[in-house]
């Protein structure tokens, strides 16, 4: 058998990187999209925000800007060349001034009574700073300095104060603390002690212990002795903190020598005890979710709108882009090719907020039930059925679904929480998982806290709903729903 060169015709789909890219925006999430972003405003000097305030921009178009939908495309520089002549207002010149009680953003621009004005006063500096808490280390390290003891004291409990936990914990043993320090120190394990109990003393009550019963006992050792119960609770939590938490109130009965009414002033008294002082000054992280997608009831029907503030407004630099017309030999072909990476950018966008829009109306078209009566009127919904409504891939509804978030009259909900498995009924249809974990809830909310419903009790009773539940279907979306077991939530 001889070689031969063959030609063959073929066909087979490649992704464009404009496709890519689309792709890859469609599953961010708002704040990565925002970030995306500002990489691509940083490489390409054609892509700009529409409020960075330069009155050489060229605007998106209105299809992006707040209260209505996206979809128009962008200006050619051909079509920017022939609006020279416009007036150099900046409002004027985009149309886009937002009004706010008869007045455009250029009005509040001007010196007096200037909404974004800044303040040239030396005092004007002072009121933007915002006070820090201080820490757990600064709180007990400002403590020690008004302490009356002695220098050697002072360095050991500043020592102890560095090895405590974000909790208020000392984890490290005393021994173990010890051997760490160096030999010429020449600290002894007693002296580790008695810094111990020194810093046991501070404020927060509770700091400095090393297991959860002695933060609880320090706390109730605080109380006056004329506080009831106290001494009943301080032998709960030194000795029988385990029974507690097991709710084995038979067996404390029995260890206390006490009735039903004692034991439960004992435990609401521990109850109102703090397990982990040192969370108030614990640094806190707070994020803020922006809702793609805002619905409201408009004549009748809920509508499902674009929220303004998660679309950003992006434009092409009219400055370049008529560089550009002006010049199109080879020298600017690094200009070119940018210019249409920004138009792909802004298009892509726009698309994305497109496919969001479609999905979530189609979402809200079917869980209206929900959106009027609340979780128990969720109805089943898969990815399937909506791809099949919008003509779209499962692959792209899952983007779409994924870290994109809706405000609701109810709150503000993930996408992908209104998609959820159905459960038969015994009439045939079938029962949302959400709608179930609802009704859990409101079964164990309204229950006899002295005898409260077993897995089993919870599936027979939505079993004469003619919901058929296992036991073990009712027992995972009980541990997903954070609710304890039937033995933890008894109380007395």
């Not at 010429?184 to 509770?206: S, T, V, Y």
């Not at 690094?334 to 979530?360: G, M, P, Y």
């Amino acid at each position: 058998m001889k070689n031969a060169l063959q030609l063959r015709l073929s066909q087979h789909l490649t992704l464009t990187p404009q496709l890519q890219q689309s792709i890859r925006l469609l599953q961010l999430s708002t704040l990565d999209l925002n970030q995306e972003l500002e990489r691509f405003l940083q490489e390409n000097p054609l892509l700009e925000r529409e409020d960075d305030g330069d009155p050489g921009l060229e605007p998106l178009p209105a299809g992006m800007q707040a209260g209505e939908q996206p979809g128009a495309t962008v200006a050619e520089p051909e079509a920017e060349a022939r609006n020279d002549d416009r007036p150099t207002d900046q409002s004027a010149e985009h149309g886009d001034g937002f009004e706010f009680d008869g007045q455009t953003d250029s009005n509040w621009s001007s010196d007096e009574g200037s909404f974004g004005a800044r303040d040239t006063d030396e005092d004007s500096e002072y009121s933007q700073q915002v006070a820090s808490s201080p820490t757990l280390r600064e709180h007990l390290l400002g403590q020690l300095s008004l302490t009356p003891l002695p220098e050697r004291d002072k360095v050991i409990i500043e020592l102890l104060i560095e090895a405590l936990d974000e909790d208020g914990y000392l984890s490290q043993d005393l021994s173990e603390i010890a051997t760490i320090l160096p030999e010429e120190a020449m600290i002894e394990i007693e002296e580790l002690e008695i810094a111990l109990k020194h810093l046991q003393h501070f404020d927060p009550l509770g700091v400095g212990a090393r297991t959860l019963g002695e933060c609880l006992g320090l706390q109730l050792q605080a109380m006056p002795p004329t506080v009831p119960c106290r001494t009943e609770a301080l032998i709960v939590v030194q000795d029988h903190l385990a029974a507690l938490a097991a709710r084995d109130f038979t067996r404390l009965r029995r260890t206390l020598r006490c009735d039903e009414d004692r034991l439960r002033g004992v435990q609401e008294l521990i109850g109102k005890l703090n397990p982990r002082p040192g969370t108030p000054f614990a640094t806190i992280d707070t994020r803020y979710v922006i809702p793609d997608v805002v619905v409201k009831k408009t004549k009748g029907a809920w509508v499902s709108s674009l929220n303004p503030d998660a679309m950003p407004k992006l434009r092409i630099n009219r400055m370049y882009a008529e560089i550009l017309r002006r010049n199109r030999d080879a020298s600017h072909s690094q200009l070119a090719s940018q210019l249409q990476e920004a138009k792909w950018l802004i298009k892509n966008v726009q698309q994305r907020f497109e496919t969001i829009q479609r999905v979530s109306q189609a979402i809200v078209d079917r869980q209206r039930q929900f959106f009027e009566h609340g979780e128990v009127a969720m109805r089943p919904l898969v990815l399937r059925e909506i791809a099949e409504v919008l003509d779209l891939h499962e692959s792209t509804v899952s983007r779409v679904t994924t870290q994109k978030f809706m405000l609701t009259p109810r709150g503000i909900f993930e996408l992908k929480y209104f998609f959820g498995s159905h459960v038969s009924t015994e009439s045939g249809g079938s029962c949302s998982a959400t709608a179930i974990r609802a009704l859990i809830r409101q079964l164990v909310g309204s229950e006899d806290t002295r005898k409260p419903l077993s897995d089993s009790q919870i599936a027979d009773i939505l079993g004469q709903q003619g919901i058929v539940v296992a036991r073990r279907t009712i027992a995972k979306y009980r541990e997903s729903l954070q609710i304890l077991p039937v033995n933890l939530r008894k109380t007395i």
